[in-house]
């Protein structure tokens, strides 16, 4: 049973910083790119960032680019996003997520229908 179990969200001031975890069992992880996705209120699901299975690739929404940083410890079958000069807009439920669909240097696009599991979602608050 493949299970993906987010961790570290919390509140935090504007300009402060989180660190999220994303513990993976039940799956090859290395076969796996890793994602980040998050849920603001009243919005659809967007995507945050995402790994490549190599670990040498990673990508990012615009949003979050040159704040955020994902990294993956195959040893541990975990991800990591850490978030710094947070905002009050990076408010929501932060989804970890794993698909088998690209290959092991690259990713070619951030649908959320790439992806093949989801964790349940970890809250992430930042307040002005």
């Known amino acids: 049973q493949v299970q993906l179990v987010e961790s570290g969200g919390g509140l935090v001031q504007a300009g402060g910083s989180l660190r999220l975890s994303c513990a993976a069992s039940?799956?090859?992880?290395?076969?796996?790119?890793m994602g980040w996705f998050r849920q603001a209120p009243g919005k659809e699901r967007e995507f945050v960032a995402a790994i490549s299975r190599s670990g040498g690739n990673t990508y990012y929404a615009d949003s979050v680019k040159g704040r955020f940083t994902i990294s993956r410890d195959t040893a541990k079958n975990t991800v990591h996003l850490q978030m710094n000069s947070l905002k009050p807009v990076d408010t929501a439920v932060y989804y970890c997520a794993a698909s088998r669909k690209f290959p092991y240097y690259g990713i070619s696009s951030h649908l959320d229908s790439d992806y093949d599991y989801w964790g349940q979602g970890t809250q992430v608050t930042a307040s002005s």
């Open positions: 039940g799956l090859a992880f290395s076969s796996y790119t």
